[in-house]
């Protein structure tokens, strides 16, 4: 049984407000659209509609761009959404290397500076870096901070979305970190805070491969592995914001040790850590192969690429350490396919846009031959269409939806 609000007067402006964003995400979702057509697809009527319009148009967020045909009378005015009346920061932090962008509306990014991460300095050194180095970018773009709705942050580690706060970092060494509380004293913008790996998921779903999709589990292939999945268009958390820790399930009994301290997990065989780590110890013992240069190499998501290389040349060891990992990442899709039964399987992170097609193969043979009719029915698994710039995207999508996100995608006409 619903409880109505006894105030006509905040019931009227909480129904203007979710037009208003009904609207607003109409547009930017068709580019070019005329008032008759706002109408039509969002059932508003049609003074709503130009009262919201007129609204927007005042806002800076569309534009009238001419006239569209005639369907018998005069024509339609079309109107397009101002993909730069706001723009957007986006911050990733990796163990290794952080990269700040500032974003329009669209997705686009504007310009990004990338810079070491410097875990030994601290939470706050590095948050304040982070702060100098946005206000440099704004400096070179000639963007006021009025006009920045938010910062998106991406974090290397378990993140509760909404305490806005990092859980567990094992590479950053870092626990319950209040994130959204410490950026916003150093940049006085509104922040959100997600994990790297549905960060990445939200990018490669609004904005890349997965676009148009429903169903989507999003797989992060990185130092660490995790999965993400968008149900029905949301991300799903889990109740401890832990849903998706592919990365720890048991392959392998009595297996190579993780770092969670257990052993044969997903992450400890064939992550890049994991890779990396087996390649360096075996060629310190004495293996032969093309791969020498992993013994004083640079970090992890650039080193990993002399793997894929001497595999490409025919190397043998380092064919067989590819192999072997896509092998164990396809089982564990071909588990997560089972259990959840998704439209598309994506794959992200450095391993996957090092390994330059790769491991594609390896992964979509195994999960094959280890899913319910996986020879007889279609299961889309595609690499990330937006490269490194996935979770940098991912991460102002998140400031777009806290700023400008529907509850339902149903409208209420006052």
């Known amino acids: 049984m619903f409880t109505l609000n006894n105030s006509k007067t905040a019931n009227r402006e909480l129904m203007r407000e979710m037009n208003t964003k009904l609207v607003l995400n109409l547009l930017k979702e068709q580019g070019l659209i005329s008032q008759v057509n706002i109408r039509n697809k969002t059932g508003l009527s049609s003074g709503t509609v130009v009262s919201i319009v007129r609204e927007l148009k005042e806002q800076g967020f569309i534009k009238e761009v001419g006239s569209g045909e005639s369907s018998g009378g005069r024509k339609p005015t079309v109107l397009s959404f101002n993909s730069e009346a706001f723009y957007i920061a986006s911050v990733t932090f990796f163990a290794d290397e952080t990269t700040v962008a500032v974003l329009d509306l669209s997705g686009n990014i504007k310009k990004k500076v990338k810079f070491s991460t410097e875990i030994e300095k601290g939470k706050e050194a590095l948050f304040k870096k982070f702060a100098r180095r946005f206000d440099s970018l704004l400096s070179k ?104 820790e592919i990365g720890h399930n048991l392959m392998v009994v009595d297996g190579p040790r993780c770092r ?64 072997e990992a896509g092998h164990f990442l396809g089982l564990a899709i071909a588990n997560a ?19 330059r097609g790769m491991l594609l193969p390896i992964i979509r043979e195994t999960v094959k031959e280890h899913t319910v009719n996986g020879r007889l029915r279609t299961i889309r698994i595609e690499e990330g269409s937006l490269g490194e710039n996935s979770a940098l995207i991912g991460a102002a999508t998140l400031v777009y939806q806290g700023v400008f996100g529907i509850t339902s995608s149903s409208c209420i006409s006052p």
């Open 141 to 244: 773009l000639h963007i006021d901070r009025s006009k920045v709705l938010g910062v998106g942050v991406s974090f290397e580690g378990i993140v509760d979305y909404n305490k806005g706060a990092l859980i567990l970092s094992s590479r950053f060494g870092w626990r319950d970190v209040p994130v959204n509380e410490m950026i916003e004293d150093e940049c006085g913008l509104k922040a959100f805070v997600e994990g790297d790996g549905r960060a990445m998921a939200l990018g490669e779903y609004w904005y890349g491969v997965g676009k148009g999709t429903h169903e989507m589990i999003c797989i992060d292939i990185d130092s660490g592995i995790g999965a993400a999945m968008i149900s029905g268009g949301n991300l799903c958390h889990g109740i401890h914001s832990m849903e998706g």
């Open 337 to 355: 396919i089972n259990y959840a039964d998704p439209g598309l399987v994506v794959l992200a992170g450095y391993v996957t846009y090092k390994s």
């Open 260 to 323: 969670c301290g257990r052993r044969g997990c997903l992450e400890a065989i064939a992550s890049g850590w994991a890779i990396l780590s087996r390649v360096r110890e075996e060629l310190r013992q004495g293996r032969e192969s093309k791969i020498s240069k992993l013994v004083n190499s640079p970090p992890e998501h650039k080193a990993i690429r002399y793997v894929f290389q001497a595999a490409r040349e025919g190397d043998k060891f380092a064919l067989q350490v590819i192999n």
